[in-house]
């Protein structure tokens, strides 16, 4: 080939075929090109972040908001209530007044919330919205004030035992009135002589827990001699709620007396057991499907 004196042609000097050079002034516009549209880019690119860095200046703008969000312990005026029976207890949330951007309870999430016992631990979630941090982001709170089943004599005490032995020495005194004093005593006196607090088998029903408050009973006949007797007065379903006053039959403390009849006359006689044994053989035999747990 043979190159023409202004270079812009190759002449093929057997057949004259021609090729015309290629000086690469084509790349040389396709790059000035390029260039040009990567100096629109980055102006655009730095305006963008121009605006974006006086909006994180600004206070209140959402990117303000977002590289320096307002910080608060959302737990300030936050609880948590329990109710029910330990062991089938629920947790619920208690919100005071505060801010609203962050006052709705859906953003609180209690783990775990229902089938507590007293002295578990129950911890609250907090998701903070946008533009706030929690710290901390979570409370563990500890379940307490639920109502407990009466398990064991133990817990029987105070206020809530003398209760029950006033209620049970009203009933033995009205079960005497007919022979005490009369022609055939003159004179009774009665001492606790024990409790049997029996637990059902079943987790649920009626008649949970029964407690019998029993007593020793000496009458003296106008003879001088002394009888003596045993009496129970009768309670069920014991509970103690959270202000620890003992409940039973739906809060009212009610007792009865059970057993045989041991007459001092046809028309006066009074329900009761002249041996202990007698009395808890048929304590024990009423309440088959209960276990004496005292």
């Given amino acids: 080939m043979e190159?023409?004196?202004?270079g812009e042609k190759a002449v093929c000097p057997y057949c004259r075929h021609t090729l015309f050079v290629d000086k690469g002034e084509s790349e040389q516009a396709e790059y000035d090109q390029r260039w040009d549209r990567l100096k629109v880019w980055l102006i655009a690119f730095c305006i963008v972040a121009g605006i974006c860095l006086?909006?994180?200046?600004?206070?209140?703008?959402?990117?303000?908001?977002?590289?320096?969000p307002q910080t608060a312990n959302p737990f300030l005026g936050v609880?948590?209530?329990?109710?029910?029976?330990?062991?089938?207890?629920?947790?619920?949330?208690?919100?005071?007044?505060?801010?609203?951007?962050?006052?709705d309870p859906i953003r609180f999430e209690i783990d775990p919330e229902t089938g507590l016992r007293n002295g578990d631990v129950v911890t609250v979630k907090a998701k903070a919205p946008f533009g706030w941090r929690?710290?901390?982001?979570?409370?563990?709170?500890?379940?307490?004030?639920?109502t407990i089943w009466v398990m064991g004599t133990h817990q029987i005490r105070g206020d809530n035992l003398a209760s029950i032995h006033a209620n049970t020495e009203q009933l033995i005194r009205e079960d005497w009135a007919d022979i005490v004093p009369s022609s055939f005593a003159s004179d009774i006196t009665y001492t606790p002589y024990r409790?049997?607090?029996?637990i059902s088998d079943e987790k649920t029903g009626y008649n949970y827990n029964v407690l019998y408050d029993t007593y020793e009973v000496k009458v003296t006949r106008t003879d001088g001699s002394v009888f003596t007797s045993y009496e129970a007065c009768r309670y069920a379903d014991l509970k103690i709620p959270a202000d620890g006053v003992l409940t039973a039959n739906y809060g009212i403390l009610q007792g009865f007396n059970f057993g045989f009849s041991h007459g001092f006359a046809y028309d006066q006689a009074f329900a009761g057991w002249t041996s202990p044994e007698g009395m808890e053989a048929d304590l024990r035999y009423a309440n088959d499907g209960r276990h004496l747990a005292d």
């Avoid at 190159?3 to 202004?6: A, T, W």
């Avoid at 109710?83 to 962050?102: D, H």
């Avoid at 929690?134 to 639920?146: A, W």
């Avoid at 409790?195 to 029996?198: A, E, I, R, V």
């Fill in 79 to 103: 609880s948590v209530k329990f109710y029910g029976m330990s062991g089938e207890g629920r947790a619920e949330l208690q919100i005071s007044q505060r801010p609203k951007e962050y006052s």
């Fill in 3 to 6: 190159l023409s004196e202004d």
């Fill in 195 to 198: 409790m049997y607090l029996f």
């Fill in 134 to 146: 929690f710290k901390p982001s979570e409370k563990q709170f500890t379940v307490e004030g639920l």
């Fill in 54 to 68: 006086i909006n994180v200046l600004i206070p209140g703008s959402p990117l303000h908001e977002v590289f320096f």
